[in-house]
């Protein structure tokens, strides 16, 4: 199957900056999208970033212009710098990657999602 695991979460001040990253490994055939979302406490979980395969990026309205989403594709690695960091920021990011697997020599006719399990970002003073 497929593993996502997330780093780079952390606490930082109002206005301050951080790294998440994302590695996908398993037996990937090819990666059609990844996204970050996240969830706040007492909220739903909603779509931060996205990317589609060779596309181009969309954001939620509330990141814009704050967040970049990019992907390493030598290294199925998936990254969000956070920029501008505010108190609302605040909630566990989540990544998502739309596979498709090799199944023994062929690969899936199918895509699957798969979810990483979170990475918490505090920001607060």
């Known amino acids: 199957q497929v593993q996502l695991v997330e780093s780079g979460g952390g606490l930082v001040q109002p206005g301050g900056s951080l790294r998440l990253s994302c590695a996908a490994s398993?037996?990937?055939?090819?990666?059609?999208?990844m996204g970050w979302y996240r969830q706040a406490p007492g909220k739903e979980r909603e779509l931060v970033a996205g990317?589609?395969?060779?596309?181009?990026?969309n954001y939620a309205d509330s990141v814009k212009g704050r967040f970049t989403i990019s992907i390493e594709n030598a290294k199925n690695t998936m990254y969000l710098q956070m920029n501008s960091l505010k108190p609302e920021d605040t909630a566990v990011y989540y990544c998502?990657?739309?596979?498709?697997?090799?199944?023994?020599?062929?690969?899936?006719?199918?895509?699957?999602?798969?979810w990483g399990q979170g990475t918490q970002v505090t920001v607060s003073s």
């Open positions: 398993g037996s990937i055939f090819s990666i059609n999208a």
């Open positions: 990317i589609p395969a060779g596309g181009i990026p």
């Open positions: 998502n990657a739309a596979v498709r697997l090799w199944l023994g020599a062929r690969p899936s006719s199918r895509t699957d999602d798969y």
